[in-house]
């Protein structure tokens, strides 16, 4: 025969119910509320965010203004592209195309003849400065023009903390915001020339009718990486700006825009890209580190 519950032990019961519900809910949004640990990054100014909703995941200083080294030549292909010159047309590199402000390197000589599209190659994938300045001198009316074009671009993308003042961001005073570049690098996407040539890993280039062709290799090794999926990629370094880097990149299932300035150390950009990969990637349903 089965027992009959006291009323108090009814009671006891409910109330021990009750109590594990209430710990059970307590301690799952406490879970929820326990905020993400925020990322180490060595860059000075970082933004990432979704390309597709604009939801901001990592912002370090992304208001700050700084110069941008290389990262100018995607708006330097942009508006190459926006004007429709023939890439095929052949172009004789000058003396005027190298660098007489930082004094770097080039494998390219005065009386080299490469194509547009070559030279647009390079730039972007290479970030060769005298394919960029080459590419800013043969503009229609030089120069001047050219760089009043860039300009007049970023305006209509709206970056309004943002200047330029030649092809290859050789000059400091080429500055930018992190915000500012999420729109470059948004714009830049549009385009499947500067997708293609951005990432491509490595290409070789005939300068002249003898001599062996050039080879060049992408400045950011991530495009090799088989860990990563980069849509869009630009490096740039000079004293003034830091190691930078810009991407459209695949993490977590999601297309992001990762924008990381002013970044000290030879493969600091690259060491903060990783760890921003991990940490995305770890805490990809939720959680914002600033």
């Known amino acids: 025969m089965q027992r009959k519950l006291h009323p108090l032990e009814g009671i006891v019961a409910v109330f021990?119910?009750?109590?594990?519900?209430?710990?059970?809910?307590?301690?799952?949004?406490?879970?929820?509320?326990?905020?993400?640990?925020?990322?180490?990054?060595?860059?000075?100014?970082?933004?990432?965010?979704?390309?597709?909703?604009?939801?901001?995941?990592?912002?370090?200083?992304?208001?700050?203004?700084?110069?941008?080294?290389?990262?100018?030549?995607?708006?330097?292909?942009?508006?190459?592209?926006?004007?429709?010159?023939?890439?095929?047309?052949?172009?004789?590199?000058?003396?005027?195309?190298?660098?007489?402000?930082?004094?770097?390197?080039?494998?390219?000589?005065?009386?080299?003849?490469?194509?547009?599209?070559?030279?647009?190659?390079?730039?972007?994938?290479?970030?060769?400065?005298?394919a960029a300045a080459a590419l800013g001198r043969t503009y229609p009316g030089g120069l001047e023009p050219f760089v009043a074009a860039m300009n007049a671009k970023a305006a209509s993308l709206d970056m309004k903390e943002s200047r330029f003042?030649?092809?290859?961001?050789?000059?400091?005073?080429?500055?930018?915001?992190?915000?500012?570049?999420?729109?470059?690098?948004?714009?830049?996407?549009?385009?499947?020339?500067?997708?293609?040539?951005?990432?491509?890993?490595?290409?070789?280039?005939?300068?002249?009718?003898?001599g062996r062709p050039l080879n060049f290799h992408n400045t950011n090794t991530l495009v090799r990486a088989h860990r990563w999926d980069v849509e869009l990629s630009k490096t740039g370094y000079i004293s003034e700006a830091g190691r930078c880097l810009v991407m459209r990149v695949k993490l977590a299932s999601k297309d992001r825009i990762v924008v990381l300035l002013d970044s000290w150390g030879r493969q600091s950009r690259i060491g903060d890209a990783n760890r921003i990969k991990k940490w995305v990637e770890t805490n990809a349903n939720g959680g914002r580190s600033s």
């Open 165 to 210: 003042v030649d092809a290859t961001g050789l000059s400091p005073q080429n500055v930018s915001s992190a915000r500012d570049l999420v729109k470059l690098v948004r714009a830049a996407h549009e385009y499947s020339l500067i997708r293609e040539y951005s990432t491509k890993d490595r290409a070789s280039v005939r300068v002249s009718d003898r």
């Open 16 to 130: 021990a119910l009750v109590f594990v519900l209430a710990i059970t809910i307590g301690f799952a949004q406490a879970q929820e509320a326990k905020p993400h640990k925020a990322v180490y990054l060595k860059s000075s100014s970082a933004l990432v965010l979704d390309a597709d909703t604009g939801e901001i995941v990592i912002d370090k200083n992304a208001d700050a203004i700084t110069p941008i080294a290389s990262i100018t030549k995607l708006m330097t292909a942009m508006v190459i592209l926006d004007r429709g010159l023939d890439l095929d047309q052949r172009i004789v590199l000058s003396r005027a195309d190298g660098d007489s402000l930082k004094g770097t390197r080039s494998r390219l000589r005065p009386g080299n003849v490469m194509t547009r599209g070559e030279l647009l190659l390079i730039a972007l994938m290479a970030s060769e400065n005298r």
